[in-house]
Nanobody, 120 residues
Framework: QVQLVESGGGLVQAGGSLRLSCTASGTDISKNIGGWYRQIPGKERELVAT???????NYADFAKGRFTVSRDDAKNTVFLQMDGLQPADTAVYYC??????????????WGQGTQVTVSS
């Protein structure tokens, strides 16, 4: 029922920018938590940024000052603007949504993942 569809990944040079988009269906992302994770080869998946239903924002240290998470409620879409990309940012980026179950927990849903590759 819940589906997250990503777009916007690609290959960029160091210092470049990309904007990732994630459109949700089957859930109202504006009433839940949305955001982005990434997985670098050989590393565990890590949180990049989140945006809550009241637009509280949280960023990983590596993302602060470079990445911006935002939301378009009318389009049910979450964005990740990435500026100043560096080779260390090369990873598969995953959109996610944490949806309330109604019994005190949230269930995470994931996008298909989009590859971001930054050349030096």
């Amino acid at each position: 029922q819940v589906q997250l569809v990503e777009s916007g990944g690609g290959l960029v040079q160091a210092g470049g920018s990309l904007r990732l988009s994630c459109t949700a269906s089957g859930t109202d992302i504006s009433k839940n938590i949305g955001g982005w994770y990434r997985q670098i080869p050989g590393k565990e998946r890590e949180l990049v940024a989140t945006i809550s239903h009241v637009r509280n924002l949280n960023y990983a240290d590596f993302a602060k000052g470079r990445f911006t998470v935002s939301r378009d409620d009318a389009k049910n879409t979450v964005f990740l603007q990435m500026d100043g990309l560096q080779p260390a940012d090369t990873a598969v980026y995953y959109c996610y949504a944490a949806i309330s179950t109604g019994w005190g927990t949230r269930q995470k849903y994931w996008g298909q993942g989009t590859q971001v590759t930054v050349s030096s």
